[in-house]
């Protein structure tokens, strides 16, 4: 299971659960306000507001737009074999890490992947940030600290 996060701006917190789903609580009240049922949740992650990007152990990466109403799917990219553990945003990319493959680095908006960087047989975390100095850092399941610079894709 995952931490909560708050909504801000919002009435709602999000909870998952990994075998329970993914669910909007009213955080007055505790009621659930709606439940999406999606097994094996392993990290998630809001932005902006109303967008939540969801790894799953199963192999897949997903957006969805959200409200304290309702969920709609935007896209999934489905891997052939790696398990995604971790997520994490870098401006209009989607960096996720896989416990068995490389980073792979997604378009926010479609879905599609960028690239993939794979110095090593997975990660063991999430790449951990330097916004200020523009730089990532990440634990490979060797147990090598990967240190790189950040370049913002031009469309």
């Known amino acids: 299971d995952l931490p ?4 801000p ?4 917190l999000l909870a998952s659960s990994y075998a329970g789903g993914l669910f909007a609580i009213d955080r007055f009240t505790g009621s659930i306000l709606w439940r999406e049922e999606i097994e094996s949740i392993a990290d998630y992650a809001l932005s ?10 199963q192999g897949t990466v997903s957006k969805f737009q959200i409200t304290e109403n309702q969920r709609k799917k935007m896209w999934t990219y489905r891997f052939s074999e790696d398990t995604p553990i ?3 945003m870098w401006g209009e990319v ?13 378009d926010r908006e479609t879905g599609d992947p960028l690239g993939k960087w794979a110095p ?30 950040m370049i913002t894709p031009k469309k």
Do not use: C, K, M, W
């Open 4 to 7: 909560v996060i708050f909504v």
């Open 9 to 12: 701006e919002e009435r709602y």
């Open 48 to 57: 902006r507001g109303n967008e939540l990007y969801l790894a799953q152990a």
């Open 86 to 88: 971790a997520l994490q």
């Open 94 to 106: 989607v960096i996720t890490s896989n416990s068995s493959g490389p980073l792979v680095f997604f």
């Open 120 to 149: 090593s047989y997975g990660f063991h975390s999430g790449v951990a940030l330097d916004r200020r100095q523009q730089r990532g850092f990440t634990l490979s399941d060797g147990g090598v600290l990967y240190a790189f610079s």
